[in-house]
Nanobody, 122 residues
Framework: QVQLVESGGGLVQAGGSLRLSCLAS????????MAWFRQAPGKERECVVV????????YYADSVKGRFTISRDNAKNTVYLQMNSLKPEDTAVYYC???????????????WGQGTQVTVSS
């Protein structure tokens, strides 16, 4: 079992920055791919970024490339999402997820956090 707890959401003006954190419980953190998804009202949950347990470059959605950066501190069992140059269209609930997968399909992820709201005002 893995429990995920997100933090760091909030209200920010367009062009601003936020950093989300996802703290994972359990001693098998290293075995999981970690991802951030987001879901805006009336829209499907979409993958923002994946950092794979198998290594390699993270996957970023085209909409966030060059603006968002994922990092992983295995010693702290924490994944971070640094979000810069935020836009109103980034407004959504952001979820941290963990799974034995390299996919960006939310169905492939077994564990989810409760979500944290990010609101970007224009």
């Amino acid at each position: 079992q893995v429990q995920l707890v997100e933090s760091g959401g909030g209200l920010v003006q367009a062009g601003g920055s936020l950093r989300l954190s996802c703290l994972a419980s359990g001693r098998t953190f290293l075995r999981y791919s970690m991802a951030w998804f987001r879901q805006a009202p009336g829209k499907e949950r979409e993958c923002v970024v994946v950092v794979r347990w198998s290594g390699g470059s993270p996957y970023y959605a085209d909409s966030v490339k060059g603006r968002f950066t994922i990092s992983r501190d295995n010693a702290k069992n924490t994944v971070y999402l640094q979000m810069n140059s935020l836009k109103p269209e980034d407004t959504a609930v952001y979820y941290c997820a963990a799974g034995y997968t390299d996919s960006n399909d939310p169905k492939r992820y077994d564990y989810w956090g409760q979500g944290t709201q990010v609101t970007v005002s224009s």
